[in-house]
């Protein structure tokens, strides 16, 4: 069974940063293409960030460039995202998301919620 698990949501200032963790369980990072979403309330799914295991590279979407670093952790079949310089229009639900880059099955983890404000 197949789990991705997101950690490390919660509330912070503008300006603040959080660091977001995607734990995999009967999947692996290292020949994938893993991805963040984030959904805000009543907009669409949006992708955040991307990464492609091995060759490492990653795709930013513009509203973050700059500002967030996606990576991953083989050894301990994780992702991250690190969040700085946040805005308040970064509040929203991120979600991992998982494609196996053999199989091109694909996962969703359940989410976990930032929230920028003062």
């Known amino acids: 069974q197949v789990r991705l698990v997101e950690s490390g949501g919660g509330l912070v200032q503008p300006g603040g940063s959080l660091r977001l963790s995607c734990a995999a369980s009967g999947f692996t990072f290292s020949n994938s293409v893993a991805s963040w979403f984030r959904q805000a309330p009543g907009k669409e799914r949006e992708l955040v960030a991307r990464?492609?295991?091995?060759?490492?590279?990653?795709t930013y979407a513009d509203s973050v460039k700059g500002r967030f670093t996606i990576s991953r952790d083989n050894a301990r079949n994780t992702m991250f995202l690190q969040m700085n310089s946040l805005k308040p229009e970064d509040t929203a639900m991120y979600y991992c998301?998982?494609?196996?880059?053999?199989?091109?099955?694909?996962?969703w983890g359940q989410g976990t919620q930032v929230i920028v404000s003062s």
């Open positions: 998301h998982g494609r196996n880059s053999a199989s091109w099955s694909a996962y």
């Open positions: 990464i492609i295991t091995p060759s490492g590279g990653t």
